[in-house]
């Protein structure tokens, strides 16, 4: 096998790493502007495979200059956030399961924090 075919394999050599940990994770982010779009690109990058954002606005203007996985178009129809990543993602790993919730996390509870392996 080539191994620059396998997009993970230069964290694979990392001593330790353990890669079906990383795609078998369950994390959620809470907030899904400039650190929330990041977050979630790099997450996804590495092979996160389950992902939720937590987000009740939306894209504006002003967004795009600090926030890379939303468009102009997201900002002209006012995408919620939390689905802008969504559409997103598949660029950055198009297996991945990525849901938004569209909520304000003061709303959550401890039942809806417990079911992630991570939260950001």
Do not use: Y
Not at 18 to 29: G, Y
Not at 104 to 115: A, G, I, M, R
């Amino acid at each position: 096998m080539d191994i620059d075919s396998d997009v993970h394999d230069r964290q694979k050599r990392v001593s330790g790493w353990n890669q079906n940990k990383i795609a078998a994770a369950n994390v959620a982010i809470i907030g899904a502007g400039a650190l929330g779009n990041e977050v979630a690109k790099n997450l996804l990058q590495l092979g996160v495979s389950r992902l939720s954002v937590v987000d009740f606005d939306t894209v504006v203007k002003a967004n795009l200059n600090r926030c890379v996985l939303f468009t102009e178009e997201d900002a002209e129809n006012k995408v919620l956030k939390a689905e802008g990543i969504v559409c997103a993602a598949k660029k950055f790993n198009p297996t991945a399961t990525v849901t938004p919730i569209i909520q304000n996390v003061e709303t959550l509870d401890d039942k809806f924090f417990s079911q992630f392996t991570a939260v950001f």
